[in-house]
């Protein structure tokens, strides 16, 4: 029997336990830590700009060509578009949970080259974006100017230019974007009585500015071939693209033959820096901001991209200008810190509850060693298990963990009360005992382990979300009970051999006084169980009651996926009315923010006037605010 090789030889079985605690260890510090399993359906979003459009024409032109060819793509479950006042399109592919999101963004990709020529010219010259996106929502970073100095044009620039990049190198934050489009440009404002008057229209003035707003390469001075030796080769150096509103004003829009009537840009309209696009008007607790929204990268440590993303801003900071700051306005990685370390301290206490048990019905130190030891090399094992099948730290696999404790031990306690039993009933010393009582008891600690594993592997096999967010769930249980059931085939039985001494005479005090209590019990139960037995009737109305009172349970109590938690953050959906101008959502949704700020829990209001939350595009009519509670240990009144 492969028991008896490891009691007769203890350092084999030693060694193999310290091998699989090691590998539990260094698997713990490469697992990802989350809230819940990637339970959310691979995304792909494609994104394009029709500038001056409305809603419908987006949608026609742009929104439906693009639709009909991605339509069917491998693995597809359904996809979402919005198109918005603002000439913003948003198309969201959403595949099954298997899917490779690199291999989905190819798909999509190709089939978006598909629809390029049915596509507006102005769309195809701005561009059409595929990126993979998560949904997970990691953190809000703003930057602010605290004294005013710096307006909205700034702080976007700069936040684009010397932050976002940098944000993006973190590991697991490469799907970071500024809220809105920062992107500086040079606006053209037109007079139209006064292009009207010189018989000037728009797309004259667009081909003037693209025909003289060029870079162009013209060569080099004594470049080879040459009529006679040269010493020396000089680049032509040109004037590059326009920089200022002064050389925008002065492009030459038509002139005569003999160019003394020269009309220019600057005697129909003007020229003026400002941004791209005045979609959105952010603000932190009143003061201008710009956003930088950071979603998780699939399988990612959502706590080390926060605690790196923290680290490198401090590093950015560092180098600001004198009147920008910046805050995490909003970290969703609090909550999952604090559930993570609540759910630790449960671990540890569990732990110590069981050993306390054991140790009370046992009454032997050396006895209580050895399931302690099978405890921790079974859950310190299961991170290798997580590891091979590429699950992550979070609530329900230290869930799973926190019952596997109650189990995992029994194994260990199986084998130890039948060996102190062969010692005390027929006098053999401790190796001869566990000889004998693995005979007795190898074939049941395998069986046992297998009810088990067969009562929890079956939830692996459940489809859809809910399948996915219980099977971590399940396997890791499974994981644990099967190393258990090794240890108690090795490391168990080769401790009990050298731990386990004979007991002298019944203990008195305390524990003779619970085993007398424990013996009492056993009694009165048995005496009921016997009783039962004859009255087997009264066994099965009181079965039928218990069925009845859970089915009245399952209608009363009340269901959701998940349960609601604080989380330390809130989402406020401001909607006005269809037509509503920015300057009015602006205002509403400040107006709401200062309402949560009067509040003694909020910490920090981001108000974002003309994003909708609800789907993620830009409008007129809409604005969102993240409200950002303080901190959990600051709220401990309800």
Same mark, same amino acid.
Request: proline fraction near 5%; glycine fraction near 8%.
């Given at each position: 029997?492969?028991?008896?090789?490891?009691?007769?030889?203890?350092?084999?079985?030693?060694?193999?336990?310290?091998?699989?605690?090691?590998?539990?260890?260094?698997?713990?510090?490469?697992?990802?830590?989350?809230?819940?399993?990637?339970? #959310?359906?691979?995304?792909?979003?494609?994104?394009?700009?029709?500038?001056?459009?409305?809603?419908?024409?987006?949608?026609?032109?742009?929104?439906?060509?693009?639709?009909?060819?991605?339509?069917?793509?491998?693995?597809?479950?359904?996809? &979402?578009?919005?198109?918005?006042?603002?000439?913003? %399109?948003?198309?969201?592919?959403?595949?099954?949970?298997?899917? *490779?999101?690199?291999?989905?963004?190819?798909?999509?990709?190709?089939?978006?080259?598909?629809?390029?020529?049915?596509?507006?010219?102005?769309?195809?010259?701005?561009?059409?974006?595929?990126?993979?996106?998560?949904?997970?929502?990691?953190?809000?970073?703003?930057?602010?100017?605290?004294?005013?100095?710096?307006?909205?044009?700034?702080? @976007?620039? $700069?936040?684009?230019?010397?932050?976002?990049?940098?944000?993006?190198?973190?590991?697991?934050?490469?799907?970071?974007?500024?809220?809105?489009?920062?992107?500086?440009?040079?606006?053209?404002?037109?007079?139209?009585?006064?292009?009207?008057?010189?018989?000037?229209?728009?797309?004259?003035?667009?081909?003037?500015?693209?025909?003289?707003? &060029? &870079?162009?390469?013209?060569?080099?001075?004594?470049?080879?071939?040459? #009529?006679?030796?040269?010493?020396?080769?000089?680049?032509?150096?040109?004037?590059?693209?326009?920089?200022?509103?002064?050389?925008?004003?002065? !492009? !030459?829009?038509?002139?005569?033959? +003999?160019?003394?009537? !020269?009309?220019?840009?600057?005697?129909?309209?003007?020229?003026?820096?400002?941004?791209?696009? $005045?979609?959105?008007?952010? =603000?932190?607790?009143?003061?201008?901001?710009?956003?930088?929204?950071?979603?998780?990268?699939?399988?990612?440590?959502?706590?080390?991209?926060?605690?790196?993303?923290?680290?490198? %801003?401090?590093?950015?900071?560092?180098?600001?200008?004198?009147?920008?700051?910046?805050?995490?306005?909003?970290?969703?990685?609090?909550?999952?810190?604090?559930?993570?370390?609540?759910?630790?301290?449960?671990?540890?206490?569990?732990?110590?509850?069981?050993?306390?048990?054991?140790?009370?019905?046992?009454?032997?130190?050396?006895?209580?060693?050895?399931?302690?030891?099978?405890?921790?090399?079974?859950?310190?094992?299961?991170?290798?298990?997580?590891?091979?099948?590429?699950?992550?730290?979070?609530?329900?696999?230290?869930?799973?963990?926190?019952?596997?404790?109650?189990?995992?031990?029994? *194994?260990?306690?199986?084998?130890?009360?039948?060996?102190?039993?062969?010692?005390?009933? +027929?006098?053999?010393?401790?190796?001869?005992?566990?000889?004998?009582?693995?005979?007795?008891?190898?074939?049941?600690?395998?069986?046992?382990?297998?009810?088990?594993?067969?009562?929890?592997?079956?939830?692996?096999?459940?489809?859809?979300? =809910?399948?996915?967010?219980?099977?971590?769930?399940?396997?890791? !249980?499974?994981?644990?009970?099967?190393?258990?059931?090794?240890?108690?085939?090795?490391?168990?039985?080769?401790?009990?051999?050298?731990?386990?001494?004979?007991?002298?005479?019944?203990?008195?005090?305390?524990?003779?006084?619970?085993?007398?209590?424990?013996? @009492?019990?056993?009694?009165? $139960?048995?005496?009921?169980?016997?009783?039962?037995?004859?009255?087997?009737?009264?066994?099965?109305?009181?079965?039928?009651?218990?069925?009845?009172?859970?089915?009245?349970?399952?209608?009363?109590?009340?269901?959701?996926?998940?349960?609601?938690?604080?989380?330390?953050?809130?989402?406020?959906?401001?909607?006005?009315?269809?037509?509503?101008?920015?300057?009015?959502?602006?205002?509403?949704?400040?107006?709401?923010?200062?309402?949560?700020?009067?509040?003694?829990?909020?910490?920090?209001?981001?108000?974002?006037?003309?994003?909708?939350?609800?789907?993620? &595009?830009?409008?007129?009519?809409?604005?969102?605010?993240?409200?950002?509670?303080?901190?959990?240990?600051?709220?401990?009144?309800?």
């Amino acid at each position: 029997m492969i028991s008896h090789v490891f009691i007769k030889r203890p350092v084999l079985a030693s060694v193999l336990s310290i091998i699989v605690v090691l590998a539990g260890l260094v698997s713990l510090g490469a697992l990802p830590i989350t809230q819940y399993p990637e339970i #959310t359906p691979v995304q792909v979003t494609v994104s394009a700009s029709y500038p001056g459009a409305d809603a419908e024409t987006v949608a026609n032109s742009v929104a439906a060509p693009i639709e009909t060819k991605i339509n069917g793509v491998d693995n597809m479950l359904y996809m &979402q578009s919005t198109s918005s006042a603002t000439g913003q %399109m948003t198309l969201t592919v959403f595949f099954d949970i298997d899917t *490779d999101p690199d291999t989905a963004e190819v798909q999509v990709n190709n089939r978006v080259n598909q629809a390029l020529p049915e596509l507006p010219e102005v769309v195809r010259s701005a561009g059409v974006t595929v990126a993979k996106r998560s949904s997970s929502f990691l953190m809000l970073i703003g930057i602010y100017s605290p004294d005013g100095k710096f307006d909205e044009a700034y702080i @976007g620039n $700069y936040a684009n230019l010397y932050v976002l990049d940098e944000i993006k190198r973190v590991q697991g934050a490469n799907q970071a974007q500024i809220m809105g489009l920062p992107d500086l440009a040079m606006r053209l404002w037109l007079e139209p009585d006064r292009m009207a008057g010189l018989g000037l229209t728009a797309s004259d003035i667009q081909q003037a500015v693209s025909s003289q707003n &060029q &870079q162009f390469g013209v060569g080099s001075l004594g470049q080879s071939p040459t #009529t006679e030796p040269v010493d020396m080769t000089f680049p032509v150096v040109t004037q590059g693209r326009f920089s200022t509103a002064e050389e925008f004003d002065n !492009i !030459i829009l038509r002139a005569d033959a +003999k160019g003394t009537a !020269i009309v220019r840009l600057k005697d129909v309209g003007k020229a003026e820096e400002g941004l791209k696009a $005045y979609m959105l008007r952010s =603000t932190l607790n009143g003061q201008p901001a710009t956003f930088i929204a950071v979603y998780q990268q699939p399988g990612s440590n959502a706590v080390a991209v926060s605690e790196g993303l923290r680290e490198l %801003m401090e590093r950015l900071k560092q180098n600001f200008p004198e009147g920008l700051d910046y805050t995490v306005s909003l970290d969703t990685t609090k909550f999952v810190q604090a559930s993570i370390d609540e759910v630790t301290e449960t671990l540890i206490v569990a732990i110590i509850l069981v050993v306390l048990v054991t140790y009370l019905f046992l009454q032997s130190v050396n006895a209580t060693v050895i399931p302690t030891l099978a405890i921790l090399v079974s859950v310190i094992g299961t991170f290798v298990g997580m590891m091979a099948l590429g699950f992550s730290i979070n609530l329900l696999t230290l869930f799973g963990l926190v019952l596997a404790i109650g189990i995992v031990c029994d *194994d260990a306690i199986v084998v130890v009360e039948n060996v102190e039993r062969n010692m005390e009933e +027929k006098g053999l010393s401790p190796k001869d005992a566990t000889l004998l009582a693995m005979n007795e008891v190898t074939g049941p600690v395998i069986a046992t382990s297998l009810v088990l594993i067969a009562v929890f592997v079956p939830v692996a096999f459940m489809g859809g979300t =809910t399948g996915v967010l219980y099977k971590q769930f399940a396997i890791t !249980i499974a994981i644990s009970v099967a190393i258990s059931s090794f240890v108690a085939l090795t490391l168990t039985p080769a401790m009990a051999a050298i731990l386990l001494k004979p007991r002298g005479a019944p203990p008195g005090g305390f524990f003779g006084w619970f085993n007398r209590f424990v013996d @009492g019990a056993t009694h009165y $139960y048995s005496s009921g169980v016997s009783a039962m037995i004859r009255g087997r009737w009264i066994a099965l109305i009181m079965l039928a009651a218990m069925f009845y009172g859970i089915v009245v349970l399952f209608k009363t109590i009340h269901g959701s996926f998940v349960p609601p938690e604080d989380q330390g953050f809130l989402f406020a959906a401001v909607i006005l009315p269809d037509g509503a101008s920015l300057d009015r959502s602006e205002a509403l949704t400040q107006q709401a923010a200062d309402i949560f700020l009067e509040h003694p829990a909020v910490q920090d209001a981001s108000v974002l006037g003309g994003y909708s939350l609800l789907d993620g &595009q830009f409008k007129t009519n809409s604005g969102t605010v993240f409200v950002a509670l303080k901190d959990f240990s600051e709220r401990d009144t309800p």
